[in-house]
């Protein structure tokens, strides 16, 4: 696989990710420390395809239904998204009318071409599958998925089934597999080492650090792409900190001048994460957002200082 990262350059990657920048490396020298004003983007390994390191979740965000107010305040969203060099969009049909917001949208804004769609499969059926594929297609008005998942691990060997023969058919560029649960954890393991997995998305923020221990190992020596969800445990850790101070040291060393930068900068600086996707309803927070992508990000002598802090609060 192209731009393979294994467990030690992983490693390496951490000591030095406190330099990275917009060219989108897992390590990078010194001469990256000034802040580009190109976004950061990060490599899948299985393609070479490059993506921004901030993409948008959709989940209860964008389930808005038919309110033509809500549908237009995310497309002002969506738009800050573009503007500000974003890419990933994901979604789900478990999301209610997400997917339909989403096609909404994409119709009503610009830098529509930088879009990377990512959706999922969601049903205990396989039949089902291919019901939900086309229904995706129609409701984001595109015509190939950047990157299909199957949602949860629900019926995966059965959908990646459907999955694998839409990416031979080209309807499909990536494929992989998502869980939010730390339980399901082993099972996800499980079929990481088993089936030719282009993305695994799972939950990863800095009070939730359990893929650490085996998951991100595992998918540095895959050569799988990682999307980080929940990155703010759904607000949790806004609210938690929002009244804190950040600490001193937060710009000079992490690269964060708020909140949102800090926690989203801890995920990013991990080598082996590909892309997080927060998810908001206000076109401040989403600035504030993909503001994670310029600066530098922190080294892994001061993730371990983020943890503290944070730990301490």
Request: hydrophobic share 40%; with cysteine.
């Amino acid at each position: 696989m192209a731009n393979r990262l294994t467990r030690r350059s992983m490693m390496t990657g951490l000591g030095a990710i406190g330099a990275a920048g917009a060219a989108g490396a897992l390590s990078l020298g010194p001469s990256a420390r000034a802040q580009s004003a190109q976004p950061l983007l990060r490599t899948i390994p299985s393609t070479g395809v490059q993506v921004p390191a901030i993409g948008m979740g959709t989940w209860i965000t964008f389930n808005v239904g038919a309110d033509e107010a809500l549908r237009k305040e995310r497309a002002a969203v969506l738009q800050r998204f573009f503007d500000d060099g974003g890419g990933m969009v994901d979604s789900s049909p478990m999301y209610g009318t997400s997917e339909d917001v989403i096609g909404y949208c994409l119709e009503r804004v610009s830098g529509v071409e930088s879009l990377f769609s990512a959706s999922k499969i969601w049903s205990p059926l396989q039949a089902m599958g291919e019901d939900q594929l086309r229904d995706s297609f129609h409701l984001w008005g595109v015509d190939k998925f950047d990157l299909m998942q199957v949602h949860n691990l629900m019926n995966w060997d059965g959908h990646l089934e459907t999955l694998k023969a839409a990416k031979q058919e080209g309807r499909v560029r990536h494929i992989g597999i998502t869980t939010s649960h730390g339980r399901r954890h082993g099972e996800l393991e499980e079929v990481m080492r088993a089936q030719p997995l282009d993305f695994v998305q799972l939950t990863y923020n800095i009070a939730d650090r359990v893929a650490e221990n085996r998951l991100l190992p595992l998918a540095a020596d895959r050569g799988i792409a990682v999307i980080a969800n929940r990155p703010f445990q759904r607000k949790a850790l806004i609210r938690q900190f929002q009244d804190k101070p950040l600490p001193a040291w937060a710009e000079a060393e992490a690269g964060a001048k708020n909140w949102p930068e800090f926690l989203l900068k801890f995920i990013l600086s991990h080598p082996a994460v590909t892309c997080a996707i927060p998810a908001t309803t206000q076109v401040q927070h989403m600035a504030e957002n993909m503001a994670a992508m310029h600066g530098p990000l922190p080294d892994q002598k001061t993730r371990q200082r983020m943890v503290r802090y944070v730990e301490g609060l």
